[in-house]
């Protein structure tokens, strides 16, 4: 434990992890995968999945993290010889994930702005164009594109150089409440439009179907998003352990912030879907458009108040967004300042949160310009073909989804899986129980916990990657 420079408050450290958890993933990416995804059967087997995997491996990453109290990289080193390189594993994903989730918080703070521009009337704003016009305006226009996500990544460090204390969870107490809040104000928006309930029964409504049709699909996309969701797999949780007191209760902290991202991820979706269903009913339930190109059209149909909808909606998801890319940037600085304090050093959190951001920023700038494959850029795996480059598969379809397949589709689960394996084999799961019982109570869970760990996590998280592989590549 790093003294005085770890979380003031349990409920400062549940605000971090909650805001970690719940981000663009909650309500960018739950909505539209639950609707290209089958609505309700989704939700089911995200359900399933986050008991039966994203509870044990998250308990396991706070414990594992507590233990060292250090960063995901010394995590690694010092409890394991087999898995040392995880910790690695677990630093580079972060960097991949930053660099086009900060590109989408770009897009969602342009998108506040854009909404501003309608409630004045200024030339700035919709100006009369359709969301997908203006969305596709948008993304071939590559300076602006680059010029906010730079926003976005700088607004992000200047957090972090704050330290965790300071920063991160002085902003994430405030921040996630008033996020609760104006999530409240849009779900009661949505859910009172007309015909709204065609929305909700989508939702809400048994429906097996989808299951019969795609199983592995439906499997490998929940699985995907709840690491993803959770923020585990690569060294957050870890890393946010490692500054957890001891009094501290490790399984009801990961139970609260499941519980919180489950319940945001819910939310979201009766934010976004009922609207989504009520006034575009022909428009696209999922993929990536939803939250710039159906919502938007939700919004503009609003009449005069759609600009403030818009507002308070994209700078929701901003804040959002924010809460959780502090913590992916806090991976990468937490290993840097541990090693300099190590040396003697001091900390020097302040220039390694700049030279993280700076590495950060030289691979957004590239998905920025790619604009979600607009630009006609080159990505890993496609062809030459009449002189244009040519898709392959679902995975080099923009520079976001090749680098999305790399970190969410291949190293989280794969992070998670070793990590597993790691317990159950190496260092045996007795040392998470005596790290969670070092708080005082008993791990009234140890029995679960050792059957998932060993047997069951694993084995799911077998499917979900191989799920994840057929998805992308095939
Ligand atoms: N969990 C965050 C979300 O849902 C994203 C995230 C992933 C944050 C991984 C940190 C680590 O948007």
Same mark, same amino acid.
């Given at each position: 434990?790093?003294?005085?420079?770890?979380?003031? =408050? @349990?409920?400062? !450290? +549940?605000?971090?992890?909650?805001?970690? /958890?719940?981000?663009?993933?909650?309500?960018? %990416?739950?909505?539209?995968?639950?609707?290209?995804?089958?609505?309700?059967?989704? +939700?089911?087997?995200?359900?399933?999945?986050?008991? +039966?995997?994203?509870?044990?491996?998250?308990?396991?990453?706070?414990?594992?993290?507590? &233990?060292?109290?250090?960063?995901?990289?010394?995590?690694?080193?010092?409890?394991?010889?087999?898995?040392? *390189?995880?910790?690695? $594993?677990?630093?580079?994903?972060?960097?991949?994930?930053?660099?086009?989730?900060?590109?989408?918080?770009?897009?969602?703070?342009?998108?506040?702005?854009?909404? #501003?521009?309608?409630?004045?009337?200024?030339?700035?704003?919709?100006?009369?164009? =359709?969301?997908?016009?203006?969305?596709?305006? !948008?993304?071939?226009?590559?300076?602006? %594109?680059?010029?906010?996500?730079?926003?976005?990544?700088?607004?992000?460090?200047?957090?972090?150089? %704050?330290?965790?204390?300071?920063?991160?969870?002085? #902003?994430? @107490?405030?921040?996630?409440?008033?996020?609760?809040?104006?999530?409240?104000?849009?779900?009661?928006?949505?859910?009172?439009?007309?015909?709204?309930?065609?929305?909700? &029964? !989508?939702?809400?409504?048994?429906?097996?179907?989808?299951?019969?049709?795609?199983? #592995?699909?439906?499997?490998?996309?929940?699985? %995907?998003?709840?690491?993803?969701? +959770?923020?585990?797999?690569?060294?957050?949780?870890?890393?946010?352990?490692?500054?957890?007191?001891?009094?501290?209760?490790?399984?009801?902290?990961?139970?609260?912030?499941?519980?919180?991202?489950?319940?945001?991820?819910?939310?979201?979706?009766?934010?976004?879907?009922?609207?989504?269903?009520?006034?575009?009913?022909?428009?696209?339930?999922?993929?990536?458009?939803?939250?710039?190109?159906?919502?938007?059209?939700? #919004?503009?149909?609003?009449?005069?108040?759609?600009?403030?909808?818009?507002?308070?909606?994209?700078?929701?998801?901003?804040?959002? /967004?924010?809460?959780?890319?502090?913590?992916?940037?806090?991976?990468?600085?937490?290993?840097?300042?541990?090693?300099?304090?190590?040396?003697?050093?001091?900390?020097?959190? &302040?220039?390694?949160?700049?030279?993280?951001?700076?590495?950060?920023?030289?691979?957004?700038?590239?998905?920025?310009?790619?604009?979600?494959?607009?630009?006609?850029? *080159?990505?890993?795996?496609?062809?030459?073909?009449?002189?244009?480059?040519?898709? @392959?598969?679902?995975?080099?379809?923009?520079?976001?989804?090749?680098?999305?397949?790399?970190?969410?589709?291949?190293?989280?689960?794969?992070?998670?899986?070793? $990590?597993?394996?790691?317990? =159950?084999?190496?260092?045996?799961?007795?040392?998470?129980?005596?790290?969670?019982?070092?708080?005082?109570? &008993?791990?009234?869970?140890?029995?679960? !916990?050792?059957?998932?760990?060993?047997?069951?996590?694993?084995?799911? $998280?077998?499917?979900?990657?191989?799920?994840?592989?057929?998805?992308?590549?095939?």
């Amino acid at each position: 434990m790093r003294e005085g420079k770890g979380f003031k =408050s @349990t409920f400062g !450290f +549940l605000m971090a992890a909650v805001g970690s /958890a719940v981000g663009l993933g909650n309500i960018w %990416g739950f909505p539209n995968k639950m609707g290209s995804n089958g609505g309700f059967a989704f +939700l089911l087997i995200y359900l399933i999945l986050a008991v +039966l995997c994203g509870y044990v491996v998250m308990v396991g990453e706070l414990a594992l993290g507590r &233990k060292t109290g250090k960063g995901a990289i010394e995590t690694y080193q010092i409890l394991s010889r087999r898995f040392k *390189w995880l910790g690695w $594993m677990a630093t580079l994903s972060p960097f991949l994930i930053l660099s086009f989730y900060c590109t989408l918080g770009g897009y969602c703070l342009k998108y506040v702005v854009l909404n #501003f521009g309608n409630l004045i009337g200024a030339s700035w704003g919709t100006n009369g164009l =359709s969301g997908a016009e203006v969305f596709s305006t !948008f993304m071939t226009n590559q300076s602006e %594109g680059v010029i906010y996500g730079i926003v976005f990544l700088l607004l992000s460090v200047l957090i972090v150089m %704050g330290g965790v204390r300071g920063g991160i969870e002085r #902003f994430c @107490t405030v921040g996630m409440p008033a996020l609760a809040v104006m999530l409240v104000v849009i779900i009661i928006r949505s859910c009172t439009l007309p015909g709204a309930a065609e929305g909700l &029964k !989508f939702m809400f409504m048994p429906n097996f179907e989808p299951l019969k049709e795609n199983f #592995f699909g439906v499997l490998a996309t929940a699985g %995907g998003q709840m690491f993803f969701s +959770l923020s585990l797999g690569m060294g957050i949780m870890i890393t946010y352990g490692s500054y957890l007191k001891k009094e501290d209760s490790i399984t009801k902290n990961a139970l609260t912030i499941m519980i919180f991202d489950t319940i945001v991820a819910l939310m979201a979706g009766l934010a976004v879907l009922p609207a989504a269903f009520a006034l575009d009913p022909n428009g696209s339930k999922g993929g990536p458009s939803l939250l710039f190109v159906t919502l938007q059209n939700v #919004f503009d149909n609003m009449g005069p108040l759609g600009g403030v909808f818009g507002i308070i909606f994209y700078a929701l998801v901003v804040l959002a /967004a924010i809460t959780s890319s502090i913590s992916l940037l806090e991976v990468i600085v937490t290993h840097f300042t541990d090693v300099a304090a190590a040396k003697g050093k001091g900390d020097k959190r &302040k220039a390694y949160s700049l030279i993280a951001a700076l590495a950060v920023s030289a691979l957004m700038v590239l998905v920025c310009l790619d604009g979600l494959g607009s630009n006609g850029l *080159w990505v890993p795996g496609q062809k030459l073909v009449d002189g244009v480059w040519t898709i @392959t598969a679902t995975f080099n379809d923009c520079w976001l989804d090749f680098l999305d397949m790399l970190s969410e589709g291949l190293m989280m689960p794969l992070g998670a899986l070793f $990590m597993c394996v790691m317990i =159950s084999l190496e260092l045996k799961p007795r040392v998470v129980r005596d790290e969670v019982e070092a708080s005082g109570h &008993k791990m009234k869970i140890y029995g679960y !916990f050792k059957v998932c760990v060993s047997v069951i996590t694993p084995l799911l $998280m077998l499917l979900v990657i191989g799920g994840q592989i057929r998805e992308f590549f095939f």
